[in-house]
């Protein structure tokens, strides 16, 4: 059987529709119909080869919801018919000390879901079954393609670092991770600050959970104010007021794939020891946490659908900016 699939046959060009042989589900693989893909700028990078390891053609797609249609050798047949959401990872070895440990999303056998492999623009996508989620009852399959990839990396610094609910936290950019990033460190007890460069966003940054915005290049005006600031945008920022406005202890959490270096004096670091970190999504575990707690805390993206067909139009309005916040592209 052959599959559709929405590709790009080199940089930068358009996806054009074709298709591929079905594959086989591999041990431990299953294959997902797909329902409902969201729309990552980590797509458009990928496209346009920005990180240097894109191969064409590229099918991109990796915030897939699908139902489980097939399964590989060592999958339960029972999981057939279950609905289950994908996201950047797809596989990992499984018996490395980072997979036994529960940091699987740290494997450096790590296999990504549109690195060298066909994504979720299609009808059809295979991954392994720990690294597609059960959706619980009570999640929306329509809206939640976002929160495997946006979610997931948002949702990371707080879970797997632990942070204490009465952390003040500042979120940089509230865009289509950022507007996720409020909504889990208010659930999460926290006192939230959106940062922003565009004030025309401050109520509906409140309305997503921020306590209070500020201008981002008022940021010098806050010293010593945050424990934990997540960045999500990938442009170079004022590093100098960013690290002053970490309490003592406090850390940058860097999530946008900014490609030039972050310029940091030492003595940011070492005089109130602050910290920089960052995180690639995170694991199973925490994906299954995640999820519960969106259904808890009736936490999901807020997305714009359009038909599978109508993807290079999602792709050039995502790249003008034009979309709140995520677009989600339904199967047809």
Sequence with gaps: MSITVWQALEAGAPLVPGTRPRLEPAADELVLEVLHCGLCHSDLSMLDNHWGMSSYPLVPGHEVVGRVVE??????????????????????????????????????????????????????????QDWTIPLPEGMDPAAAGPLFCGGITVFAP???????????????????????????????GCEVTALTTNLA???????????????????????????????TVNQALPWADVMGSLAPRGRLHQLGAALDPIQVGAFDLIMARRSITGS?????????????????????????????????????????????????????
């Excluded at 879970?159 to 204490?164: I, L, P, R, T, W």
């Excluded at 966003?201 to 600031?229: C, S």
Aim: net charge neutral; charged share 15%; glycine share 12%.
């Design 71 to 128: 399964v590989g050798p060592g999958v339960n047949p029972a999981l057939i018919g279950e609905l289950r959401g994908l996201g950047w990872i797809c596989g990992s070895c499984s018996h490395c000390p980072q997979c036994l440990g529960g940091t699987g999303n740290l494997c450096a056998s790590l296999e990504a879901t549109i690195v060298g492999r066909q994504g979720g623009f299609a009808s059809h996508v295979t991954a392994r």
């Design 201 to 231: 966003k401050a109520e509906e940054a409140r309305g997503f959970g921020a306590h209070h915005v500020q201008a981002l290049d008022q940021l010098g005006e806050l010293p010593g104010r945050f424990d934990l600031v997540i960045n």
């Design 158 to 188: 707080l879970v797997d670092e632990a942070v204490s609910p009465t952390a003040h936290v500042a979120v940089i950019g509230i865009g289509g991770l950022g507007h996720m990033a409020l909504q889990f460190a208010r659930a999460w």
């Design 280 to 332: 690639p999504t995170s694991s199973p575990a925490s994906l299954l946490k995640m999820v519960d707690f969106c259904v808890r805390h009736n936490i999901r993206p807020a997305v714009e659908h359009l038909p599978m067909d109508r993807i290079n139009e999602a792709i050039a309005r995502l790249r003008q900016g034009d979309v709140r916040y995520r677009f989600v592209l339904d199967a047809i």
